[in-house]
């Protein structure tokens, strides 16, 4: 599922690649995932695109006046091609632009340059693709208020790697959360972004094991989880700008050091990682040097 350094390299790769574009055609050959009219899907067409940003695990389009906003869930996916380029199966929806002046002024600086970036004469195409179509594709027209579940003003906690989120409100916010570490990490009103993979790595990184519970940990545990979700994400995001373009539809995890790597050797420890599959969600963590 993609998790918020996924959702990060992708928006910043589409906000340098698309912004200040028109949208020259709009479809959903998957009407199921869109949540909004076909009206308000035409009524995108002729806007221009002015941000791509993220939000925990969402990926928001802003155009002139509407907003569209994707909540990919378990297996959606994104791919930036040439219109040429025929769409993989299962797309749900595909956003057409039309050409450029030039690209944004506020394009992240690891992008500069870079190879994959379609020209700004050249039409090129966001087509989203979810072969399980749990993912959903939200219309948002100007003034609409029709609500994004788990993206309303109270629902999501910080982005983990908000650089507001300081040591201190971490330690005030983990207070409400007695349970489970990796539920803890993966709940989105606690921090937004963790899910599924980046759990696991966090919890190894910051040597703790997944069951175990938040209040049974030591202050300065509290302390180290903070440090290596901080860590941990940044550094994820660092690797994926390097691997993930141009192929965002494809999510990279082989650099992962223990999430689905069971039964290989921890890179930490040596020790063989442990891995159980609990209501169709694998947890991997070493018994070796977690505790
Ligand atoms: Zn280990």
Known sequence: MPELPDLAVVAEAFHVALVGRPVSGARAPGPLAVRGTPAELESLVGQRLLAVHHRGKF???????????????????????APAVPFPSKTAVVLSFGPRESPPPDAAKWTRGANWLPADGD?????????????????????????????????????????????EDWRSRIRRHPGELKNLLRNQSFVA???????????????????????????EEVDELHAATRKTIRDAIEVLRARVPPTFEQQVRDFLAVHNKGGSACPRCGTRISQVKAGGFVTSYCRGCQR
């Open 193 to 219: 972004g963790i899910g599924n993979a980046y759990s696991d790595e966090i919890l190894h990184a910051a040597r703790l094991l997944p069951f175990r519970k938040r209040s049974s940990l030591a202050p």
């Open 59 to 81: 990926l928001t389009f802003e155009l002139d006046g509407d907003r569209l906003v994707f909540n990919p869930m378990l297996t959606g996916r994104f791919q930036l091609a």
């Open 123 to 167: 039409p090129v195409e966001v087509r989203y693709r979810d072969p399980t179509q749990m993912g959903k594709a939200y219309l948002l027209p100007a003034g609409s208020n029709r609500p994004v579940p788990g993206l309303t003003d109270e629902e999501p906690g910080p982005d983990a790697d908000d650089p507001e989120l300081t040591l």
